[in-house]
């Protein structure tokens, strides 16, 4: 079955400091990956997708299908970048059907 | 251009109670998504619905209901509600890009 896990609930960085949010999967087809954010007061937003490897904000993540791991990472946090982070898998196709993980919240420190 | 709306934002319930929660999007999407979010859980899919008159199951269905009675509402009915309902309830539209767009979301609570 497809499965999405962050295992950390809490990451806290110092601002300037890198960021590594760790995201695994399980899924026996070819998988599409999201990263979703929810800034304080806001609404459950994209940040990125594999498909466009795009850098969003300075935020990038590489599909590794050997490690079935699609992290995000920034060299230097802001402290604006202070969200909640989930991870998505869309398990069905054409229908975008998601699972998410847990969320992982980020905290940078001034 | 308001994107996705939900009423109600809150709701206490006593266990047995019926509700609706509505939802619409103004963006011209086909495809709408109804979410539940528990603490310590991810968002979870209740129902899915690709276009006017189609729905389907998500991962967890069980003791909900859904119409999809046009383009642009898309809503989720609770016929008998239970206290494992009590949740955050989420919904979302998305066009063919694959970009998820999200509603502000209901606080439901079932006593």
């Known amino acids: 079955a497809q499965r999405v896990t962050q295992p950390e609930k809490l990451l806290s960085v110092f601002k300037g400091a890198p960021v590594e949010l760790k995201c695994n999967y399980s899924?026996?087809?070819?998988?599409?990956l999201f990263w979703y954010v929810q800034y304080s007061r806001q609404r459950l937003q994209l940040l990125l997708r594999?498909?466009s490897r795009e850098s969003i904000k300075g935020f990038t993540a590489d599909l590794n299908k050997g490690e079935t791991s699609f992290h995000l990472k920034k060299p230097f946090a802001q402290e604006e970048d202070s969200a909640m982070y989930y991870c998505?898998?869309?398990?069905?196709?054409?229908?975008?059907?998601?699972?998410f993980g847990t969320g992982t919240l980020l905290a940078v420190q001034p | 251009n308001a994107g996705v709306t939900q009423t109600p934002k809150f709701q206490v319930l006593k266990t047995g109670q019926s509700m609706t929660l509505q939802c619409a999007q103004d963006?011209?999407?086909?495809?709408m998504y109804w979410y539940r979010q528990d603490p310590g859980m991810g968002l979870r899919l209740i129902y899915y619905?690709?276009?006017?008159?189609?729905?389907d199951k998500g991962e967890v269905p069980n003791g909900y209901n859904v119409s999809r009675l046009n383009k642009r509402e898309f809503s989720l009915r609770l016929e008998s509600a239970a206290p494992s309902q009590t949740s955050v309830y989420f919904c979302?539209?998305?066009?063919?890009?694959?970009?998820?767009?999200f509603g502000p979301g209901t606080r439901l609570t079932v006593t």
């Open positions: 979302a539209s998305s066009a063919v890009s694959y970009e998820q767009y």
């Open positions: 899924y026996s087809g070819s998988p599409e």
């Open positions: 594999h498909i």
């Open positions: 998505a898998l869309n398990y069905g196709g054409a229908t975008n059907k998601l699972i």
């Open positions: 963006m011209n999407h086909n495809s």
């Open positions: 619905s690709a276009s006017e008159g189609t729905t």
